[in-house]
């Protein structure tokens, strides 16, 4: 009965340094990629369509440490649940935010969003979206935003395809996102890539004719 005792002591004892030593791992990991895909991944960012990354951005990474602004299903996790959660195997989306606050008036653009993906199995881990996010506004009460979505691989599987999304909405009205919300667990549920409401091709245009107008009010030809 002893040795018996002994062994399950062991394994239990093993199976805990190796988790400790996988979210070690993968937290490690989620750093490198925070490296990886920040200004050393503007190259790429090129080609593909994407607005580079300027040192001169405020910037915020979001790993399992900010556990509870990772997802609105985490706020009333506990310790307990958070890692359940982590050591279930499924893929957890990390990330990093950076907002322009640069003096330049003459851009509409206002942020970029990198969704990471994260696992235990760390070597999972890797770059899932990236969106630029632009606003103008058209007078004091009217706001046109413009946001531009690359997956490199979203929760279907679906890889390097673009979501558009264009709208114009006033600052006094109300709007409900219930439909918008209940849209897209459609376009998942369908398992084919997400789309918006206007292509890339379109998006370049708006912001073509975004900047056109924004040095014209500056006193710019």
């Not at 982590?86 to 330049?104: A, P, Q, R, V």
């Amino acid at each position: 009965m002893k040795i018996v005792l002994k062994r399950i002591l062991f394994i239990i004892i093993g199976i805990s340094i190796l988790g400790i030593l996988m979210y070690n791992i993968s937290l490690w990991n989620q750093k490198i990629n925070f490296e990886k895909y920040a200004t050393d991944f503007n190259p790429e960012r090129t080609k593909i369509g994407l607005k580079q990354i300027s040192k001169n951005w405020k910037s915020e990474n979001q790993t399992w440490d900010n556990w509870n602004e990772l997802s609105d299903e985490n706020y009333d996790d506990g310790k307990i649940s958070k890692f359940g959660k982590i050591f279930s195997l499924k893929d957890i989306n990390t990330g990093m935010i950076y907002d322009n606050d640069s003096s330049d008036l003459n851009t509409n653009f206002q942020s970029k969003i990198i969704w990471l993906n994260s696992n235990i199995l760390f070597w999972r881990n890797g770059i899932e979206s990236e969106m630029d996010f632009y606003e103008r506004n058209i007078d004091s009460n009217t706001v046109e935003n413009l946001s531009i979505r690359y997956y490199f691989k979203d929760d279907n599987g679906n890889k390097n395809y673009f979501e558009v999304n264009h709208s114009i909405y006033e600052l006094d009205g109300f709007y409900c996102g219930t439909p918008a919300i209940m849209e897209r667990e459609e376009q998942r549920i369908s398992r084919k890539p997400y789309f918006g409401n206007i292509t890339k091709k379109q998006a370049d245009s708006i912001i073509t004719e975004w900047n056109k107008k924004t040095r014209h009010n500056n006193g710019y030809n």
